[in-house]
C-alpha cells in the first residue's frame, strides 16, 4: 500500500507562532517575503506519514509555478512502527531565494524516489 501523507503544510514561522503553535485545518500556507525578489524569513514544512509500516526514504522539493526547482531537500529515512502510527516530521528554512511574489508554489513530496503529494503555498510579501 505505501505510506500516506496525513497532512502538510508549509508556513510562516511567526505567523505558526502568533496562531499557537500548532497544527489545524484553517492553518494557512504562506511563505512571506519582505520584498520580491528576495529571501524568505523563516518558514516550517510540517507533515505527517501513516497508514503504513516499514522504512521508508523521504524527500521534499519545492517547485515554482514554471516546474523549476528552487530547492530540493536531503534524503530522510522515516520508520513506521506500526500501520496506526503517525510520524511528525518538520523542517525549518530561512533566507531562501523566491524569484516572484503574488505567486504559488508546490512542495513535491517523495517516498522512495516516487512523488506521491503535492501541497501549493502562496509566497506573498507584506500588507
Known amino acids: 500500500m505505501g505510506a500516506r501523507l496525513h497532512w502538510a503544510k508549509v508556513i510562516d514561522r511567526q505567523a505558526f507562532i502568533r496562531d499557537g503553535g500548532r497544527v489545524h485545518p484553517g492553518l494557512e500556507n504562506k511563505v512571506v517575503l519582505s ?5 524568505a524569513g523563516a518558514f516550517l514544512v510540517l507533515r505527517a506519514w501513516g497508514d503504513d509500516h516499514g522504512t ?11 516546474g523549476g526547482t528552487v530547492y ?3 534524503p530522510r ?4 512502527a506500526t500501520e496506526g502510527h503517525v510520524e511528525k516530521l518538520e523542517d525549518e528554512m530561512s533566507d531562501l531565494e523566491f524569484e516572484y511574489a503574488a505567486d504559488d508554489y508546490n ?8 512523488e506521491v503529494a503535492r501541497v501549493t503555498f502562496p509566497v506573498v510579501t507584506p500588507d
Open 77 to 80: 529515512e522515516i520508520h513506521l
Open 107 to 114: 512542495v513535491v513530496f517523495l517516498l522512495d524516489d516516487r
Open 72 to 74: 530540493e531537500s536531503l
Open 56 to 66: 521508508f526514504t523521504e524527500q521534499w522539493r519545492i517547485v515554482g509555478s514554471g
Open 35 to 39: 520584498e520580491a525578489p528576495g529571501p
